[in-house]
């Protein structure tokens, strides 16, 4: 104990923060949440990601098949984030990005002239979840 406190003096005089025995800055090593849960930890309170993100025209108009792919492939980043933050994935969406790549095997298109995924713009989850919501949306306008 008194090695612990000899140590916070030293700290506290060098730099004029009292009772700190060392610190982490973050950004160079994870610090994980506590393992009651995540509400308990304010660091991490939204996904900071971003997706390349698909337009309604990228799918309508251009590539269908590379946007859903794209889409497919975002997806498993997404969950991936979800799950480094300790949220909980429920089932239909863990499928999500497979049903996306079975609908994109059943368009019969050439993919020759269309932008690779990472060209696509990045877009943060909520907008990347509303962009495919769209998408989704313009499919069964379109094909059913």
């Known amino acids: 104990m008194a090695e612990a406190q000899a140590t916070a003096h030293c700290k506290s005089t060098t730099h004029l923060v009292p009772q700190v025995y060392g610190a982490l800055e973050g950004t160079r090593m994870p610090i994980l949440p ?5 509400r308990d930890y304010s660091h991490k309170e939204k996904l900071n990601c971003s997706l390349y993100t698909p337009t309604d025209q990228d799918f309508e108009q251009t590539c ?3 946007a859903l792919k ?21 089932r239909p969406y863990r499928n999500l990005s497979k049903k996306l790549e079975i609908l ?12 690779q995924c990472e ?18 949306e313009m499919m069964n306008r379109l094909y059913c």
């Open 70 to 90: 794209c889409f497919a492939n975002e997806t498993k980043v997404l969950i991936q984030e979800w799950e480094d933050v300790n949220f909980r994935v429920v």
């Open 64 to 66: 269908p098949k590379s």
């Open 104 to 115: 994109s095997a059943k368009l019969n298109q050439s993919e020759s002239e269309c932008r």
């Open 34 to 38: 506590p393992s009651g849960g995540y």
């Open 119 to 136: 060209f696509l713009n990045e877009q943060n989850a909520e907008t990347f979840l509303k962009q495919l919501k769209s998408t989704v």
